[in-house]
């Protein structure tokens, strides 16, 4: 098969019926092949037998529905499963399935590598590369499912898809949200808003776009309680400030009904563990639709930062929630085969002229980060 076929994942459902309008087929057809592709997970035309024979021999000759390749697997002991698939000769990108009781969660990336510097992420080190496709990031649920042995008919295997892979899903705002309409589909696969996370590391105004255009569970990388700090540790506050960015996030619960935002603070031992912080943290979010989600660091080779000790996080939870705001901490999960939060470091040439952090600071557009003055 060429793979000069158009890849029929990737497409919305108003896209995929205008291909197939196009094609001379009739729209119906195209809600059977969005069934098979999304409810079904087939990836062969031959296999959706109820479509009429030519128009499946045309479909052969015209189109694909292709999955990431993947490159490597690993299991962990505790069930933990994270592949690298393929982005190009050189470079990968990767996805993490974490089962837990009563729910299972896949982690999936947005970006080959990441632009936005954050000092203590794995991802960052490597640099920026691009964009994924939309097929590559729903390609990621529809190749876990087949890997995990999904049949049709029987009970969903992921209950919950977020997006905190490698990259800054809202630098690929393009791609990302309709990747994201296609998970939502209820004639596909059909995700709750709720079970479809998208983490960001603060861009404000793709935060106000998004609150336009979907309606998923938000989660943000806050990490520190004051702005000094977080400039350090995610720079991409020089540009937009804790203020503005809780302010965006608020607005973004009004505008979609919301529950709350999930703000994930990564644990650094003496960086930002105090119970003073803690104290800090709780007095900016009180009152306000927000939980917290206390990360403890996960190493990487090279890194300056440790991770805080047991009863440091234990303290910090314990003012968080006596500041009146609800508060967990999150369990690390395959960190044997490095799978962890801020672990996933893939393949990457970096190709960025600039990077956020250490660098010279950039100006983040709507789906980029370029050069800034
Ligand atoms: N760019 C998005 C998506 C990545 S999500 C974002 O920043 O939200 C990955 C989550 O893991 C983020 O909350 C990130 O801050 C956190 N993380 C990154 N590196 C980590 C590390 N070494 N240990 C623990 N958590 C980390």
Not at 3 to 18: A, F, I, K, Y
Not at 225 to 244: G, T
Not at 270 to 279: E, H, I, K, L
Not at 347 to 359: C, N, P, W
């Amino acid at each position: 098969m060429s793979v000069e076929c158009v890849n029929l994942l990737g497409l919305t459902r108003p896209q995929l019926e205008d291909w197939v309008l196009g094609q001379g087929g009739k729209a119906f057809r195209a809600r059977q092949l969005w069934s098979w592709m999304y409810k079904r997970g087939a990836t062969q035309f031959d296999a959706m037998t109820d479509l009429a024979k030519d128009f499946r021999a045309q479909l052969s000759a015209t189109a694909q529905i292709r999955l990431p390749e993947i490159v490597t697997r690993q299991d962990a002991a505790d069930g933990t499963i994270k592949w690298m698939l393929k982005a190009d000769d050189a470079q990968a990108f990767e996805m993490v399935y974490i089962p837990e009781e009563g729910r299972a969660t896949l982690c999936i990336s947005s970006q080959v590598g990441c632009a936005m510097d954050c000092s203590f992420c794995s991802t960052a080190q490597q640099g920026f590369n691009r964009n994924l496709t939309t097929a590559e990031i729903v390609g990621q649920v529809l190749l876990a499912q087949q890997e995990l042995g999904f049949q049709p008919g029987e009970n969903r295997l992921i209950s919950n898809v977020v997006l905190m892979g490698m990259g800054e899903p809202l630098a690929n705002f393009r791609n990302v949200v309709p990747a994201m309409r296609i998970l939502l589909d209820e004639l596909g696969l059909d995700f709750s808003r709720r079970r479809l996370t998208l983490s960001t590391s603060g861009l404000v105004p793709q935060i106000y776009k998004l609150a336009e255009e979907s309606n998923v569970a938000l989660a943000v990388s806050l990490h520190a309680p004051d702005d000094e700090l977080r400039n350090q540790l995610v720079p991409i506050n020089r540009l937009h400030p804790i203020r503005e960015l809780l302010d965006a996030c608020w607005h973004y619960i009004d505008e979609q009904n919301g529950r709350s935002v999930t703000f994930e603070y990564v644990m650094l031992e003496g960086v930002n563990d105090s119970p003073a912080q803690a104290r800090a943290l709780a007095r900016l979010l009180k009152g306000h639709p927000a939980k917290v989600n206390l990360i403890p660091f996960n190493p990487f080779p090279g890194t300056q930062y440790r991770r805080s000790k047991p009863a440091a996080i234990l303290a910090f939870l314990d003012q968080v929630l006596k500041g009146g705001v609800m508060a967990t901490i999150r369990k690390t999960r395959g960190d044997d085969i490095d799978a962890a939060c801020g672990q996933l470091a893939g393949r990457v040439i970096d190709r960025t002229t600039v990077r956020l952090g250490s660098r010279r600071i950039g100006v983040v557009t709507q789906n980029r980060v370029a050069v800034g003055s």
